[in-house]
């Protein structure tokens, strides 16, 4: 389990998370992160993922396993498929190449080609891959379906839903709420560096019956406190 218990950041003067208190435990769900701009959820996750360290609170980073994909490119452009496939064996020890090697030729991805040669979606689905190729419990994912055209937001999700480690959480930031439903297992709502919901998906249809998922993040972020 993820225990977050009255985690708070700051950059100098600028509180960016606000006495946060979470438990996410792990039922193979995926879960959404849902917040406007400035809302502390990048902060969040890179606290979760141990890169942001100097917070207040308890965080149980040693009771669970997780790796950050950040919305910024991490593999070297000038690098081949096999070349990042060597490195990653070496540098990680929770990188799992087969399922990275099944993921690639369901791509139908040449090893030998440099990442500057493809594409943008490519690209984005290169990164996905070695993330998901982490044999980890927890995968955060910093806005992964945001600046893709939507065939490569399917391929992005299929990836998700299909060849993350089996018993693993997904917890995906993002501004694409409107038709999420089905993606999204549970949902978290964060504003002005404040956990204002969470809850499973299906329960929070139900509390707002006939609205779509979209619908209610505004209508819960319309009341929330400025302060």
Do not use: W
């Not at 991805?109 to 993330?131: C, P, T, W």
């Amino acid at each position: 389990m993820l225990s977050i218990d009255q985690v708070s950041f700051a950059y100098t003067r600028s509180k960016i998370l606000k006495s946060i208190s979470l438990e996410i435990s792990n039922k193979n769900q995926i879960v959404a992160l849902l917040g406007p701009n400035g809302a502390g959820k990048t902060t969040l996750l890179n606290v979760v993922a141990n890169y942001y360290q100097k917070y207040t609170g308890n965080l149980n980073k040693e009771a669970y396993s997780a790796f950050m994909l950040p919305d910024i490119p991490y593999i070297p452009q000038d690098m081949t498929i096999t070349g990042c496939l060597n490195d990653f064996q070496k540098l990680y020890s929770s990188f799992n190449r087969e399922r990275a090697e099944q993921m690639l030729d369901y791509l139908q991805l040449d090893f030998n080609k440099q990442i500057s040669d493809y594409s943008k979606g490519m690209k984005e689905q290169l990164h996905l891959v070695f993330a998901l190729a982490q044999d980890v419990e927890y995968y955060l994912f910093d806005e992964p379906l945001a600046a893709v055209d939507p065939l490569t937001r399917d391929i992005l999700i299929s990836l998700i839903k299909g060849y993350r480690r089996p018993n693993s959480v997904a917890i995906i930031s993002t501004h694409l709420v409107q038709d999420m439903e089905d993606l999204f297992d549970e949902v978290i709502m964060i504003n002005n560096g404040k956990v204002v919901l969470y809850e499973e998906t299906d329960k929070l249809m139900l509390e707002y019956p006939g609205q779509s998922l979209d619908a209610i993040y505004k209508e819960v972020n319309r009341h929330v406190d400025a302060y």
